[in-house]
Each structure stands twice: as C-alpha cells, then as structure tokens.
C-alpha cells in the first residue's frame, strides 16, 4: 500500500477533479451507455466494413457525446444525437483517408502480361500454335508432337518413331526454327 507524500497536494487533486465539469462521471451517461451499447454498436457497424473499427467508431462518438452531456437538453433524443455522431465521425474519417489518395500520371502497377490469366488470349495462343504445327511437314510434326505434348524424351520419340536419336534431334531443331519464324506467334513473345 502506498502513501500519499503530500497530502494537501493530493486532497487539492482530488477536489479539482471533482469540481470540473468534463473530468466528472456522469451516472446517467454510464447507464446510456449500458443499455443502448448493444444497439448503437449495431449501427456502428452498419457504417464500416471491420468490426474493430466500429467499435473505435462508436468510441469515438460516446467520448464526443460526453464532452457534450451538459449541454444537450433533451435527454430522450440522445439515440439520435450518437447517431449523427457516428455518421459525422465516419464521414470526418472517411474524408481523411480520401486525401491521401491523389491522380498521377504513370500508373504504379505493372503492364499485366498478354495472355497470362485471360482464357481468351490462353485460347486464342492454343489455336495459333496448333495452327503453326500443322504447317510443319508430317514427320517433324509428329517429332515436336511426341517430344514437347507427349513429354517423351528424345531416345523415346526415336524408339516411336523408328528412328535415330540424332535424326530427332536435328529435325527438332528445324522445326522449332520454323515456329520461332511463325509470323502468327510473333504475338506471344
């Protein structure tokens, strides 16, 4: 248990708290409070989208409606009078945080890449590369087919194919020559 050093001091303290006109408790705003919490929390948290921040909200307004208890005469409106605090206080909030946000010339976010997650432009690159197969020559067609659809390795595709490992090879290589000549999959690179 501590004591007081000097207690004049403290009883002088004690005195202005309870003579002041805002540091006082009001018994008929705690009890407000108590029975309409429920109710205007509701209606805090019809104003914004996080729980917490109605609570701050509503917070706020309470304070805001205690600096005032004196001076509203009508005591059977203060339902209304928290209400167009909460609107005020939100509207006030609400206008703050529009003023951080400000028109630039260059937009900050990155070009999105074409093709990337549009299931037209993945349709319209399917079609455009099937089309580009089909203008290879048979037998280099059916190499690229087994090798990069297929996932066959190049000994495999050769084992299919009845060929040599090196005859895979070389017409690969010619082929993926000629879709990288493609002018219709010039689009996709």
Known sequence: MTTPVCTSASDAAVSARQTSPYTRPYPSFASYVRARQPVLLRTARS?????????DLLQTALAKTYVAWERIEDHRALDGYVRRA?????TSQWRKRRVDEFVCDELPEPEPVAGADDPAERQALHDAMWRAIMKLPARQRAMVVLRYYEDLSEVQTAEVLGVSVGTVKSAVSRALGKLREDPELDLAR
């Open 47 to 55: 104003l914004t989208a996080n729980p917490s921040d109605a609570e």
């Open 86 to 90: 909460l609107l005020n206080t939100r």
